[in-house]
């Protein structure tokens, strides 16, 4: 079968768009009121959505001078394979709520740009036509398929075989979400998927039988929660897939130590960018405490209020071995379509290339602890002042 894949629509950027906050602001226009809140909000207080930012600005470079940075670049390995920068774009649902374009903008612009592209299970564009969109382009990063386990585990399977047959190179299975966190923000606006967008991958899932709660029982606890995952359906998910398996949305130390004992092919160290729980820590503070727990055993990615080339640095310095973009791709996105997310991607990779540069680093494996300041005493303080 052939994907038919429509054509794009055309959009310019003002040479003013100098930062991933300007394509925010602009995003922020370009967006009703009801698609702002779904893009752009957390959980309850968004505590943990402000927090994810501030840690990153609270870490301080410690720059090198007069070390030689001619010939230097961005290029790094992951899952056996060199990439041209560490920045791959985060799993983004309903991306057609954004911009008519949706997900295949969002390809088309990974792949100019040679960045990696996780496609959310609640994609709302077929994953068969974003592989078609994505693959074909040599210069292109990795295209990884984020799984959400469904109740119906034979769907999950089919599913899968579905992203293996399209090309996706592996599955990243999000952890951190067995239900969605509270979402304050979309409740005040009312938040409805609008007509016409819609999770088209789970089209044909046929909802759970009703369960018919005795009084005193929970909705959650039993009803919805009745299938949901357990590190048991991590070991089952590896059995029925050929693709390596990442897990997304660890923060502890401990849970890590379990992804690598069931050898997972690395962990996304990620706290849903501050929609799930609240008050969970900001990815900057768990990173280092993972790395120090799994030693290099796993590659280890982060996302999370990843904004600036200097975050990006700080990232690989704390142990990251690659970063995922969420919500600035889909501002750039929001107002300028493949355009935007092209652009929102190499201005955040020529921010990393100054950053480097700026601190001495010719390579990314020059970047270490030893560049930042007192790196614990840094991350520990943006989380107490909240
Ligand atoms: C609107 C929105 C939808 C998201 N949808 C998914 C999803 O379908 N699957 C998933 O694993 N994570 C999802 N995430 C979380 C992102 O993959 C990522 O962890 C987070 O956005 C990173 O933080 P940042 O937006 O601050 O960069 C979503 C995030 C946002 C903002």
New binding site residues.
């Given amino acids: 079968m052939t994907t038919k894949i429509p054509p794009l629509q055309r959009h310019s950027i003002l040479p003013t768009t100098a930062s991933l906050a300007d394509h925010e602001r602009l995003a922020q226009q370009q967006l009703d009121a009801n698609a702002w809140a779904?893009?752009s909000g957390g959980a309850a207080d968004e505590i943990t959505l402000r927090a994810?930012r501030s840690a990153w600005d609270g870490i301080t470079l410690q720059p090198r001078v007069l070390r030689p940075l001619a010939g230097g670049h961005t290029r790094t390995t992951l899952l056996g394979r060199t990439l041209a920068h560490p920045i791959l774009l985060?799993?983004?649902?309903?991306q057609r709520m954004a911009h008519p374009d949706g997900e295949l903008a969002t390809a088309y612009a990974a792949a100019a740009l040679g960045a990696g592209m996780?496609l959310?299970?609640?994609s709302s564009t077929a994953l068969e036509a974003v592989a078609a969109a994505l693959l074909s382009d040599a210069g292109r990063g990795p295209l990884w398929f984020?799984l959400?386990l469904q109740h119906d585990r034979g769907f999950t399977r089919e599913l899968v075989q579905r992203a293996e047959a399209a090309g996706y190179e592996a599955l990243?299975l999000?952890v951190d979400?067995p239900t969605s966190g509270a979402r304050d923000r979309e409740r005040r606006t009312g938040f409805r998927l609008p007509p016409g967008i819609a999770a088209v991958n789970l089209a044909s899932l046929v909802a759970p039988p009703l369960i018919e709660l005795r009084p005193g029982q929970s909705a959650l606890f039993d009803d919805l929660l009745q299938q949901a995952p357990t590190w048991d359906d991590v070991i089952w998910l590896q059995s029925i897939t050929r693709l390596p398996v990442l897990l997304?949305?660890v923060l502890h130390p401990q849970d890590a130590l379990q992804a690598v004992a069931l050898q997972v092919a690395g962990l996304i160290v990620?706290n849903?960018?501050?929609?799930t729980l609240d008050t969970a820590p900001a990815t900057a503070y768990a990173l280092p405490r993972i790395a120090d727990a799994v030693q290099g055993a796993l590659p280890l990615l982060v996302?999370?209020?990843?904004r600036r080339g200097t975050d990006v640095l700080k990232a690989m310095a704390l142990g990251a071995s690659a970063v995922?973009?969420?919500?600035?791709a889909?501002y750039g996105l929001a107002h300028a379509g493949a355009a935007g997310v092209a652009h929102v991607l190499r201005l955040l990779r020529d921010e990393l290339e100054i950053a480097m540069a700026l601190t001495g680093c010719s390579a990314l494996a020059q970047a270490t602890p030893a560049l930042l300041d007192s790196p614990r005493q840094q991350i520990f303080t943006p989380l107490r002042a909240g």
């Avoid at 985060?90 to 309903?94: D, E, K, Q, S």
């Fill in positions: 779904y893009f994810n985060a799993p983004i649902a309903f996780v959310s299970t609640q984020q959400y990243v999000t979400a997304k949305g990620s849903h960018g501050g929609r996302d999370g209020g990843i995922l973009l969420g919500r600035p889909i």
